[in-house]
């Protein structure tokens, strides 16, 4: 019996790597289409590559020929004519499309904790979060009235060992290394639910060729949900500094000061965000957290600390930070 054919478009990203490899551990086929500029996440042998901007739908048609594939997923659709792209090129070629939308579409704040896929989708606050709404309306209604096969998938914050989980990155663990303090948004006592990439693999792979999830969403995300002054905590511990120096400052007079951060804030990462993971646990129920934010700062300090050219410093956002602690810092 032949193993069911995936096709990743996108698949060198932060989440769409580890599901990569996940996918081949599991036994499917797996083809990944990308423009082939990104090499800092290695994938496979095993994948058969494609390479195409998915953004010139002329070279996209191209490169997938006549192929069908019993599922297709795009991690890099973030606008409503790119869904509406994909339904037209794969309506057919496919049994299951699943799209990547966000757990920052869900009602920001959310009026009722924990967070459930029947939560509404509803972020005035910000941009990105009101375009992946737009993109599962799309779809949801392509899937009423045309028989679209879609799924929908929720991630929330979710991490490997590249991505320091602050705004500016690096700068941050530089800023606690050189004993200079670091801002958190609020009180630091919001709770954030954050995901290693491995953890979030094995519940997404377990929804490929699946009957069961056509024309459902799921949010895909670990159970632990550490405050943000507990999260900086841990990754002070991680790159061995004892004094950390935390100064608290508004969301929105960070948002006033730079919006783009400010944003990122207000419409998702300064609100309690908890989940419910019953639905995605009930059909995979192999997914659970293996990797703790304890764990998952160490492989992140340990992989910037592997390679010092990895230790860019964002000099707008370090200054940034510096103006922000020297206004709110405790006299």
Known sequence: MASPSVLF?????????????????????????NRGTT??????????????????????????????WDVVIDFVAFTPDQVQRDIDVFTGRTNQYVFISSASAYQTPATRLPITESTPLKNPYWQYSR??????????????????PM???????????TLVPFSGGWTVLGRMRAGKP???????????????????????????????AIGEAFHITGDEAPSWDRIAHEFAAA???????????????????????GAGLIGDKANTSVFDNTKIKTLVPGFTQTTTIR??????????????????????LDALMDELAERFSPS
Do not use: M, N
Not at 9 to 33: K, N, W
Not at 184 to 210: E, K, M, N, P, Y
Not at 296 to 304: D, K, L
């Open 151 to 161: 799924t929908i998938v929720r991630p929330s914050h979710t991490y490997d060992e």
């Open 295 to 316: 764990q998952g700062a160490r492989e992140i300090v340990a992989w910037f600390d592997a390679d010092p050219s990895r230790q860019v410093v964002d000099e707008h």
């Open 182 to 212: 670091i801002v958190i948004t609020g009180d630091g006592s919001s709770l954030w639910t954050i995901t290693h990439a491995r953890d979030f693999a094995v519940g997404f792979v377990g929804l490929l060729d699946q009957a069961e």
């Open 9 to 33: 478009i996108g698949g060198s990203g932060i989440i769409s790597t580890s599901c990569v490899r996940e996918a081949v551990d599991q036994g499917f086929d797996v083809t990944v289409l």
């Open 39 to 68: 090499d800092k996440r290695a994938i496979p042998d095993a994948v058969t590559r494609l390479q195409a901007d998915v953004a010139d739908r002329d070279a996209l048609e191209a490169a997938i020929g006549d192929q069908r």
């Open 131 to 148: 375009d992946k709404i737009a993109c599962e309306d799309l779809l949801v209604k392509a899937y009423r009235e045309d028989d679209f």
């Open 239 to 261: 790159a061995g500094v004892d004094d950390l120096r935390i100064v608290h400052v508004p969301a929105d007079v960070i948002a006033a000061a730079d919006p783009e951060w």
